[in-house]
């Protein structure tokens, strides 16, 4: 447990990493400390400090507060004898971490999960000397949702209603999405959110939101998919479209998101004239080390 003082020398270490990072958001001290209240902290001497979390035997690395290489790699073997002693298999530089920090993709927009190290950053050849790999190449879009493009306007896709709960329930157990399970799970309990659905041959095959509006005026969605045996049948688009017309009626000005650099659906970004404005590596470290836990099955086991 850190002791205020040290949360307080944390903190100043953090407003002078703001000065190399202008994408940073400038968190509150309370904000701060809320953070370091979430995580691990690997303390070097100098001041510099990583942050991390281990959840179901993946150490997620979330955040280094360091611009000097020597005492950079320094933290991040350090980060290998903890997960050395903890028996932990694969670090993790990716969107997929419990914590999320927002930040500034471009001045006065937001974004609320940073998806991985920024690829622009040379500080990343630092990691791929300590051993990390590239998983993923991913996009962040900027979407203007006042720009002047048509959208288009699909009969198929309309508001959730309650009469369609059971066709809900069974298009959730097709989606094998935890978080996205969740939020539609919670849509039957709160049916007052909004929530897009396109339908194919009378079934709900896909979806789009909750939506809301964020103080920043970003529009905010949970996700956006569309069932296998659905696809190719311009479903996303036309769920992308109407999200894009609803979060503006609600008073959204924008849209960030992000997707594999090889994925295909950013042609259904790119529709509604959506920008690439950052790049990103999903970054992942083999260790080495097997499970600690063991999963007992009758006279077998496995870890």
């Keep these: 447990m850190l002791t205020l003082a040290q949360k307080g020398r944390l903190y100043q270490r ?16 309370q904000m701060f400390d809320q953070l370091l209240d979430q995580v691990e902290v690997i303390l070097h001497p100098s001041g510099d400090a990583l942050l991390y979390l281990i959840k179901d035997d993946i150490c997620y690395l979330t955040f280094i507060m360091s611009i000097d290489e020597s005492n950079f790699k320094s933290l991040l073997e350090s980060l290998d004898q903890v997960v050395k002693e903890k028996h932990i298999p694969i670090i993790k530089l990716h969107f997929h971490n419990p914590i999320k920090i927002p930040w ?3 001045p006065d927009v937001t974004h609320p999960n940073y998806p991985g190290f920024p690829k622009d950053d040379p500080r990343a050849e630092w990691l791929f000397a300590k051993g990390y790999e590239i998983h993923s190449t991913e996009e962040l879009y900027y979407i203007d949702l006042n720009n002047t493009l048509d959208r288009l306007f699909d009969s198929r896709v309309d508001f959730y209603q309650t009469n369609d709960e059971d066709q809900l329930k069974f298009f959730i157990s097709q989606i094998h999405h935890p978080e996205w399970e969740n939020a539609l799970l919670d849509v039957m309990e709160h049916p007052e959110k909004p929530l897009l659905v396109a339908k194919h041959n009378h079934e709900i095959v896909g979806f789009t939101g909750p939506l809301s509006v964020e103080t920043s ?3 905010s969605f949970t996700g956006i ?3 296998e045996k659905a696809r190719h049948l311009g479903l996303g688009t036309a769920l992308f479209h109407r999200l894009a017309i609803e979060l503006n009626d609600m008073g959204a000005e924008y ?13 259904i970004y790119q529709s509604l004239g959506g920008k690439v404005v950052k790049e990103f590596y999903t970054l992942k470290k ?3 080390w097997r499970s600690s836990r063991v999963i007992f099955f009758g006279n077998r086991f496995t870890c």
Aim: charged share 15%.
């Design 225 to 227: 998919m569309v069932l």
């Design 217 to 219: 005026k970003r529009g």
């Design 14 to 29: 953090y407003l002078c990493c703001l000065n190399t990072r202008l994408d940073m958001i400038a968190f509150t001290r």
């Design 286 to 288: 083999i260790t080495g």
């Design 104 to 106: 500034m993709p471009l």
């Design 255 to 267: 849209l960030t998101l992000f997707t594999g650099k090889t994925n295909p659906a950013k042609t």
